[in-house]
């Protein structure tokens, strides 16, 4: 055994939201270790040049959520966080397509010349959503409450939410109980008319989750994704310059500021548990680091059914988290190009490349995509949302050359027979054939292709069966019980032992909340 | 001066139970039912010469204790068969499960398919029966009106405590975990082998539109066990026939002075300056009353009844979001002779039999729905109540009712039509052809009501049997909209009493219960 250093607290995973509680940590003044399995930082926001020139956010690859108190404390724009908007939401059809831009007079010209009624309805949807997303916010800053023996501060967050629910009016109290419960499909049918919109719109509701549109349930994840939509305007996702990876260093930064001391290629091996208490950790390389606490940025089921023995846990807490749904559902294409793709609806360059591209043509289109994975295939038709980094910041990829992020569904863990190379391959192919059929020459374009199954999301990044929220959001997984009731609040079973990664409140997306919150309790009672 | 206190639109099962609990209390109280006989969803009749059959229940599954005890139902000849067999789930290797009453037993049947399931069954059925708790309490509540609740609304929750201190918080947070949940991920917490999670999985879909992978299936799965005693599957035929029931009620309500009119149909409730006052029927008559109790779902009472007119905008917009999406189809067949099923024995015929190979049979079936069709392979869940009750056929003859889903009600480039009705027939046919072989040739003549056929026989829109899908977006303080779930409507003396209302759909009476409870406050 080598050298043994004592730490105030160590953080397991180099993610964005380990780096947000070290950086909160270390602020505080507490000495403060990261150790990243990788030789990069970053987790699932991390940018690598996968081929020589050109860069990608290989994982996660857009920002939206990144709170504004955590930019602000944390002084994240001098340590190089710079959002580029995303300008539009792209949606090719068949012979047409639907655009909606930053501009909302082109937005409502774009939706009124396939429906003026959508167009009308469009300018009170998002205000009415952006209100509804004000109106959750005090419940994703709030600490989650230990619902089977609540101590006197969780009663008095509790009584807090209450009171804030009872200035809800009624209408903002029903549409916030229906995206709750309801399908996203469902509620958008409430409002629109013209499917390829609600089908783009529905969207939201399905990414990182294995439900359809029609899944009821779905319209709390697309809520979930209005939640960066803050001033009611359009859906205010940015892109990072430099790539997502660049947020995960401007995080980093500001935590080596602060005095933490951050090690890659470090992989932590356990968690060294003693008499029900965490004693520090050992690498997998033998090294050993003790601290006071150990706080784990991974999903639940590494943080407790890897890092530690299931002897030192509670046996239905075991339980509770072995029936964590954590189902993998999307995939991952990274397209190096020779060229900007030509869509045969809108020829040629454009602002429609500056933003989101959604292939979402129909309810039915995502439903099949779904019903293909729902039996064990990747969708032969998937669902895509796609940017193009370079065309927004040139930096990603050398002159003339351009790199296109794929964020591709469904494409489940469980796959019949397994995932292995020749399935990779033919999952690839069918997101280049699919996107083909609204731009055929990005066949002709392609320099080099990395496909990242579910599997390698599992491999690369260490997400359990590759689901990018660390579970799913879903009703049964949310606040007071995710990952577990008893243990929202950040804490463990293990004293000394913590979590802050996304499978805590308020879940997934590059948003440093759980990062912040867990940082925050571990602080309070220091 | 009014005749009547009182006029309750509607002869099912809530709106018996509401007019007699209001008779009992020495209101006048008059019952309008525009069929020629009482017992809406509850009804028996003869669908072709000398067979008879439930037209839409064969089985019920719980009633309200509080109905059975108020109105001293069992005195008024009412008998329940409640079978030691209570659901055989067919294999096609004929290793069927057969779901008893006693769980021991179940387990011995599950024994053939998995150890590991057998071992965990008896502990699934007391985990399920706990959580039914919840729901019991919850059912008897009225629905606190949101977000603005007061301590008086708060207080009258308090009975939810109950269950709280019987099975801990931690019996509370499995509740609330469990009705948010899909079959397959309940299933997987506890079971391997395919055709139990199929069977098990089909408590979750019954009578909705969606499929086992939808979310909150847990929600309807716990909603059919209500008072179940932790017997999974639980279900009574009623001696004679469903109807009985209906005809019970019927006898209750007219012990307790309810006139009671059938063929008497509501033309429209009559409202004026927002304050309801009575109904015109379809020949022209008026009848003024105090309040109307509409039994009728959403839609029918204040979209056709009281008209578009006399409702708010956003009332009006709640009401016309109300997903109803009905998906179930009825088949009755009138048989020569005794289906023989392979492997199932004589003495455990009287019992409901299901088609649930498995979790993804059913989501299949459900699949067509999604796209507009009718499902190829349905879920087909039957009885033969012929066996239970001897004069639903003759002699030696007998009757199959099947329930199946999902033939849904809005069809994508196609109408219900005879010929449609003919393929879904000859759909089921085929698919109990797998477990009764030489079935179709059994068959003397059948009757197919499709949902279409249930909005026109029963109004009930868009032919759903629950009167609004069992959703959680429906469900509790939302049944049936945020603005009415307190069994009043937004129109002053206007009252809903049918499953629309909280606790939703069943031959249960609960919502008459609760609706003549909060009338009787006034």
Known sequence: MSAVKNYDAIIIGGGHNGLTAAAYLARAGKKVLVLERRYVLGGAAVTEEVFPGFKFSICSYVVSL???????????????????????????????????????????????????????????????????????????????????????????????????????????????????????????????????????????????????????????????????????????????????????????????????????????????????????????????????????????????????????????????????????SSGKVNLALDGLPNFISLPGDGPHLRGAISISPSYDYLERAYDDAKYGNFSQEPYMDIIFPSVIDPGMAPPNKHVMSCFVQYAPYDIKGGWNDQKREDFGDAVVNAIARFAPNIKDIILHRQVLSPADLEATFGLTEGNIFHGELTLQQLFVLRPAAKWADYRTPIKNYYQCGSGTHPGGGITGSPGEMSAKKILRNW | ??????????????????????????????????????????????????????????????????????????????????????????????????????????????????????????????????????????????????????????????????????????????????????????????????????????????????????????????????????????????????????????????????????????????????????????????????KVISGLDPTHTFIKLVGPAELNPSFFTQVRNIKYRGSVSRIHFALNSLPEIKGVSQDQMGTVFSVSPSIKYIERAADAAKYGCIADDPYVEFTIPSIINSNFAPKGKHVLSATVQYTPYHLRNQTWSEELKVRLKNNVVHVLENYIPGFSTQIKSSAVFSPMDLEDKFGLTEGNLNHGEMTLNQFFFMRPTISSAQYKSPIENLYLCGPSTHPGGGLHGANGFNAAREILKL
């Open chain 1, 66 to 328: 990144l709170k504004p108190n955590i930019i602000r404390e944390l002084m994240l724009p001098k340590f190089g966080l710079e959002l580029l908007p995303l300008e539009s939401t792209f949606t090719p059809l068949e012979n047409d397509y639907l655009l909606r831009t930053t501009d909302e007079d082109q937005t409502y010209r774009e939706i009124s010349r396939h429906s003026p009624r959508d167009a009308e309805t469009y300018m009170r949807f998002g205000p009415l959503m952006g209100q509804i997303g004000m109106a959750v916010r005090p419940i994703l800053e709030t600490i989650a409450p230990n619902a089977i023996r609540p101590s006197l501060a969780d009663l008095g967050a509790m009584k807090k939410l209450l009171n804030h629910f009872k200035t809800l009016s009624d209408e903002q109290f029903e549409y916030l109980t229906k995206l709750m419960t309801m399908s996203s499909a469902d509620f958008l049918d409430e409002w629109f008319e013209f499917e390829p919109l609600k089908a783009t719109m529905s969207a939201s509701g399905i990414i990182g989750t294995f439900m359809g549109p029609r899944s009821p349930g779905s319209a709390y994840v697309m809520l979930h994704h209005y939640m960066g939509d803050i001033d009611g305007a359009f859906r205010a996702w940015g892109f990072q310059r430099g790539g997502t990876g660049a947020v995960s260093m401007a995080i980093a930064c500001s935590a080596k500021h602060f005095g933490a001391d951050i090690l890659t290629e470090a992989p932590v091996e356990k968690v060294i548990v003693k008499n029900g208490r965490a004693m520090g950790v050992v690498l997998e390389n033998g090294d050993e680091y003790q601290a006071d606490k150990v706080i784990s940025g991974l999903d639940p089921k590494l943080s407790f059914l890897k890092m530690v023995d299931e002897s030192d846990l509670p046996s239905d807490f075991v339980t509770d988290i072995k029936n964590f749904r954590i189902r993998g």
């Open chain 2, 1 to 290: 001066m009014n005749q009547f206190d009182i006029i309750v639109v509607g002869g099912g099962v809530n709106s018996l139970v509401t007019a007699s609990i209001l008779g009992q209390s020495e209101k006048k109280v008059l019952l309008l039912e525009a069929q020629n006989q009482i017992g809406g969803l509850a009804s028996t009749t003869e669908f072709a010469p000398g067979y008879k059959c439930n037209l839409v229940n064969d089985v019920v599954k719980w009633i309200d204790p509080r109905v059975l005890k108020k109105l001293d139902i069992e005195s008024h000849g009412m008998e329940l068969f409640s079978p030691d067999v209570v659901r055989i789930a067919l294999d096609t290797d004929d290793q069927h499960i057969l779901f008893h009453r006693n769980a021991d037993q179940t387990t011995a049947s599950i024994s053939t398919h998995s150890e590991k399931d057998a071992k965990a069954w008896k502990e699934f059925t007391i985990y399920i029966g706990n959580l039914t708790h919840f729901l019991e309490k919850l059912y008897e509540l009225t629905p606190p009106k949101l977000p603005d609740i007061g301590l008086k609304e708060a207080l009258s929750m308090r009975t939810m405590l109950t269950p709280v201190r019987k099975h801990g918080i931690r019996g509370l947070v499995d509740f609330l975990r469990v009705v948010p949940m899909m079959m397959p991920e309940l299933m997987n917490e506890w079971f391997e082998s395919e055709l139990l999670r199929g069977a098990i999985s089909a408590a979750g879909i019954h009578h909705i539109t969606l499929g086992p992978f939808a979310t909150a299936t847990g929600y309807n799965l716990l909603h059919q066990h209500v008072y179940s005693d932790s017997v999974f599957h639980n279900a009574h035929f009623i001696k004679g026939g469903t109807g009985n029931l209906a005809e019970t009620l019927l006898k209750s309500a007219k012990s307790n002075g309810v006139e009671i009119r059938t063929s008497s149909t509501v033309q429209s409730i009559d409202v004026a300056n927002g304050i309801c006052n009575g109904v015109t029927l379809e020949d022209g008559e008026r009848i003024t009353t105090t």
